[in-house]
Nanobody, 114 residues
Framework: QVQLVESGGGLVQAAGSLRLSCAASGFTFSRYVMEWYRQAPGKQREWVADITSSGSTNYADSVKGRFTISRDNAKKTVYLQMNSLKPEDTAVYYC????????WGQGTQVTVSS
């Protein structure tokens, strides 16, 4: 079965950095687009970034130039390097893949203090 397990969240001061990881299993990782989403308190879940099987990347305007998504197919892991963090980046961050249906990880909390 498909499983996604995020890690790496925490509390950081504004302008700091964090790297999130999402370990995947249960599907042929290298063949699928992997995505990061986030959900802030009281807001809808929003798309943050994605990376295709060939390594092409896309970013939401709000994080472009500050966040970098990458993948290691050998480790079946996708990463989100977050730099220059802002208080408005505070959210639960989720890893997502669509393999015949949507799969989500449990999420990892990122809190950015001002």
């Amino acid at each position: 079965q498909v499983q996604l397990v995020e890690s790496g969240g925490g509390l950081v001061q504004a302008a700091g950095s964090l790297r999130l990881s999402c370990a995947a299993s249960g599907f042929t990782f290298s063949r699928y687009v992997m995505e990061w989403y986030r959900q802030a308190p009281g807001k809808q879940r929003e798309w943050v970034a994605d990376i295709t099987s060939s390594g092409s990347t896309n970013y939401a305007d709000s994080v472009k130039g500050r966040f970098t998504i990458s993948r290691d197919n050998a480790k079946k892991t996708v990463y989100l390097q977050m730099n220059s963090l802002k208080p408005e980046d505070t959210a639960v961050y989720y890893c997502h893949v669509f393999v015949y249906r949507d799969y989500w990880g449990q999420g990892t909390q990122v809190t950015v203090s001002s």
